[in-house]
């Protein structure tokens, strides 16, 4: 499984004497005490607010201190909701500030209550494109959950493969739709199943589309997202499909996430809201891939 590598992160004088963008000094816990952060805590939020992320090893090389200190510090920086854990390391929850285009890992609630109207417009165009009776990898995310609502609505005899229980979900009563549900871990709020027995379950199945989701594409094109066990998974989607769709919004362009997903050759079709820059356009095009604007 994808491990996830690290770029150090260094400490330099400018960094270490910035103040930390308006994090709160203190936080209110449930027993109303007030607890602030330790000096140390507070480089940890300022190496984190400098890329958006850290993972656990980089923190604990960028601050000289052991792995599980850092994990100490992240459990009790999460608890003080000033930072969201990811697998395998640490982000600043999307009510906090980070530099521009920062890759901040919304949490479920706050994904399925963000573009929900270009979310079913992209679900509809991506639908639009896969003809009855075909066989489908549907990612997890709420933009696949419009996506499999979308084919629900309107496809006779889809033949559907999912690791998510809210897009299979969409299928309920359906009579003329096949749906497997893979085996594994279910994990986090989207209902996303995870593990090696769902990554074997995806390599049983040939199917005609995988649509898949994204945490970011960055400038240069890399496809990027959080999560090694999601990431796995979606890398094996790629390998039994014939034609991939990436389904994402406008808000995935121009951001980074920490692990590479899979070569921008490898995607068919890139269905989105609105038309990212120039040059991530130049860049699609360049590998072959259909841009459509839904």
Known sequence: ?????????????????RTVPDFPSSAVLESNTVEEPTARQRRLLSLVAAQGFGTIEALAEGLDISSQTVRRDINALCDLGLLQRFHGGASLPPDLPARENAPVRL????????????????GAAVAGFIPDGSSIFLDVGTTLEAVAE?????????????????????????DGA?????????????????????????E??????AVL????????????DFDADKVALKQAAIRIARKVILAVDSSKFGRTALLRVTP???ISIVVTDRSPDPEIQALLESEGVDLVIA
């Open 1 to 17: 499984m994808l491990g996830p590598a690290h770029a150090p992160l260094v400490i330099d004088p400018e960094q270490e004497n």
């Open 107 to 122: 949490g479920y609630g706050r994904k399925s209550t963000t573009k929900v109207a270009e979310k079913a417009r992209i």
């Open 150 to 174: 979308a084919v629900a609505r309107h496809h006779r005899g889809p033949r559907v493969v999912t690791c998510g229980l809210l897009a299979a979900s969409a299928f309920a009563g359906h």
């Open 178 to 202: 096949q749906v497997f549900v893979t085996g594994g871990m279910l994990r986090g709020a989207d209902g996303s199943i995870v593990g090696e027995s769902a990554i074997r379950a995806v």
């Open 204 to 209: 049983g199945f040939k199917v005609d589309y």
């Open 213 to 224: 989701g994204l945490s970011a594409i960055d400038a240069d094109g890399a496809l990027t």
């Open 264 to 266: 921008l050759s490898t």
